[in-house]
Structures are given as C-alpha cells and as structure tokens.
C-alpha cells in the first residue's frame, strides 16, 4: 500500500485490502450564521406560510370520497344485494359526501401523514388564523412593528 493507507497486508482480513473513501461521510459544514450575530437580511420578510394547492386539496378529498364509497360497494357485494341496489345504494352515499358530508367542522384530523404537505399547511393557516381572531390581531399587524414604532419615538427625541 502507497501512503500508509489501509492495511500493510490483506492477509487474514477477509477483504481484498482495496481501500475506498466513504460515500456516506457528510463534512461539517460552516455555519456562521450564529457566530457574526443577526442575519443581513433581518430586515426582509417574515417567513410566510407555504400555500396549499387547491387541487391537490380536491383530488384528495374525492379520493377519500370514492374509499367509502367501494368499501360500502363491496360490503353490498359481500352481502349478496342485486346490482341495482348497489348502485343506488353507493350513488346515494357518493352524493351525500360530496355535498358536505365530508366537510364537517368535527371531523377535522389533527394527525397527518408526513407526506400530507398540502393537508398539514392547509391546517396550518387555519389554526394561525384562528389564533389571530381570538388573541385580537388585526389583519394587517406586521411582525416587529412594536419595534419599529419605538425605534421612530427615539429617533424624534
């Protein structure tokens, strides 16, 4: 071996003695941003939520539709109710969630899948929404305004 690296011999070792860097080595990183105080752009934008998209919302909620729908279809099935039944039976069901059944207020989940992104911000606004009614915050409050106001005070003093 050239270098000093690996072993002197592969003999006894169970390996060829071919050495191989490690693929799966993550290097630190260099983090300053804690080291030279607050970020330069302290001043930008506030995070915002991410916005879910509204389709991705529907198509779910259909799906979830159509799960209770063929899960009564094969009960039915299962059953051995006549084709006829069945299909008035899911159509009635089918209809009856997509009206509003599904929508109910007490049905909200609280649990959600990490791959749930859009369900999960969706549940997100909601909840900052709601706090922001019931703690009173106005609509248009900017995040650090207190500070802003206060800094203008000194300033004319």
Not at 19 to 44: I, T
Request: charged residues 40%; negative net charge; proline residues 6%.
């Amino acid at each position: 071996m050239s270098s000093n690296v690996g072993l002197s011999t592969p003999r006894g070792s169970g390996t060829s003695g071919y050495v191989q860097r490690n693929l799966s080595y993550l290097k630190p990183r260099d983090d300053d941003r804690h080291r030279n105080g607050p970020p330069k752009d302290f001043d930008a934008p506030k995070h915002r939520p991410r916005q879910p998209d509204k389709e991705i919302l529907e198509h779910d909620r259909r799906r979830e539709v159509e799960v209770k729908v063929f899960e009564l279809q094969d009960k039915l099935e299962d059953e051995g109710v006549d084709e006829e039944e069945i299909e008035r039976q899911t159509s009635a069901l089918r209809e009856m969630l997509l009206e509003g059944g599904m929508n109910n207020p007490d049905a909200k989940r609280r649990n959600f899948k990490p791959h749930e992104v859009h369900e999960l911000a969706q549940a997100k606004i909601e909840e900052s929404e709601r706090l922001r009614r019931a703690l009173g915050i106005r609509e248009d409050y900017q995040e650090g305004s207190h500070w802003q106001r206060q800094q203008e005070k000194t300033r004319e003093l």
